[in-house]
């Protein structure tokens, strides 16, 4: 059974810093696409990072320079380091692994961006 566990969210002020950690169970870790989505409140989910097997790495535009995505293949974590944080980045943030397709999903941590 996979399970994914995230960490590492809070409040923080315009400009800051925060990482995300999320740390998976199950097999055969490297082998699967890692990413992170957010879902700010009353929004729809959407992509902010993807890391492949290959450590290949797509960033919505919004978080571009801004945010960085890795992974450690020894570990079974993926990390997501967010930086020069602006309040519109304030939402929850979700792992998700995708096992060609069938996607694994953590519970989320909340992240908020506020003055």
């Known amino acids: 059974q996979v399970q994914l566990v995230e960490s590492g969210g809070g409040l923080v002020q315009p400009g800051g810093s925060l990482r995300l950690s999320c740390v998976v169970s199950?097999?055969?870790?490297?082998?699967?696409?890692m990413a992170w989505y957010r879902q700010a409140l009353g929004k729809q989910r959407e992509l902010v990072a993807r890391?492949?097997?290959?450590?290949?790495?797509n960033y919505a535009d919004s978080v571009k320079g801004r945010f960085t995505i890795s992974r450690d293949n020894a570990k079974n974590t993926v990390l997501l380091q967010m930086d020069s944080l602006k309040p519109e980045d304030t939402a929850v943030y979700y792992c998700?692994?995708?096992?060609?397709?069938?996607?694994?999903w953590g519970q989320g941590t909340q992240v908020t961006v506020s003055s």
């Open positions: 998700n692994q995708d096992r060609s397709g069938l996607m694994f």
């Open positions: 199950g097999n055969f870790f490297s082998v699967y696409t």
């Open positions: 890391i492949t097997n290959r450590h290949s790495t």
